[in-house]
């Protein structure tokens, strides 16, 4: 199924600005901007909707005031809102039958897959889908991986005309809630709610032995390791991305291993992992950074530990998106041979943060101070330069009457007053 064509109209009345009407006779062509396009760059709308046409001519058309919005001349860098009409001049046909054509052709899926694919959703609305991945299914293709999540999507279409996007990850042997946006303008709000840290997630993990404290955050920082090809990342506290990550204890089997809880305050790759292994206890099954001490004996699997259990993130029509996955049958075995209790991992309240203690609140509050600050130092600089031309002497005479005190050297001789003569009057002294 292709993506649908964008609805093409003439110069008519506003109500007539959803339905497909062709070109004008001089090939001039007329769009109303969409919901989804809602304050995306005019460039952008153009690699979405028009993709046959190169920037060069988007810029081109642009500089020659052919791109019109609302009848006005627009930019490529311009924001559009929905509603508004966009003018775009007729297509150079010739000029995009050179170039292959951009549009993504969709894959062929067996009705296996399509099955297999559909059946990880567990939650479905108008903006979002939320999967369920097993353990062991990549969420993006790479080196020697051909099977994906991003090669499934094109089954989780359903009455949608747009190919679903992925807004953020999950590693390959970690199961459990992943989020895909069902348009671009979904996609822009989610990927902005992870950016700036309010969204939040919870993992549920077996780790190897009992931390000493039972609430607890790791803040250290992170960085790739070297020599590994960025495959693995280990704490740097010299160069490493400040990373942070909260555990609590949600129960325990002796000093043999616990069932924690898990939030990452921060995104960095295998953050988790990496956090629970510096602090000495490593996630069951994690053997890439726990070692041959991170694999227990008995009826526990030797399978990665790590589920994501919850998330929480605003959506776009401004209620919260809260989904909960179940867990995999290897975790749930392991859980229940353990002799845990899952109700209590539910029972532990989810922590929000405030805007205000968020990491993009932080950013723009710093920048607000320097930009204050830069402000200030300028009303300065500019206060000193007003003072200096207040007290600087000026050149040449003047500056030499200054000096004397304002009273000039030479004393200036007074000039005596003229006295009108009448007709017929001799002259004085004659």
Known sequence: MSKAPVKALTKAPAKTAGKAIAPDQQGIREYAVAPDDDGIRLDRWFKRHLPDTSFNEVSRWARTGQIRIDGKRAAPGDRITTGQRLRVPPADIEAQNARPARSRKRVDLTDDMIDYAQNMVIHKDNDALVINKPPGLATQGGTKTSEHVDGLLDALYFEGDQRPKLVHRLDKDTSGVLLVARSARSAAHFSKAFSSRTAR????????????????????????????????????????????????????????????????????????????????????????????DAFLTGTISRKMHLHARRIRIDHPRGEALDVTANLPPHMAESLEDLGFDLALGDALPMVTPKYKNTLEAKIKLKKNIAKAARKERKGERRGRGEVKAAVKPAKGKTAKTAKAGGASRRPVKPIAPTRKRTAGQPRKGK
């Open 201 to 292: 997630k919870v993992y549920w993990a077996l780790v190897v032995g009992v931390p000493a404290i039972e609430d607890g955050t790791v803040d250290l920082p992170l960085a790739k390791q070297p020599g590994t090809g960025g495959e693995k990342m280990h704490v740097d506290t010299e160069n490493g991305q400040p990373s942070k990550s909260r555990y609590r204890i949600i129960e325990r089997a002796g000093n043999t291993c616990c069932w924690v809880e898990l939030q990452p305050y921060t995104g960095r790759t295998h953050q988790l992992r990496v956090h629970m292994a510096a602090i000495g206890h490593p996630i069951v099954g994690d053997g890439k950074y726990g070692g041959k």
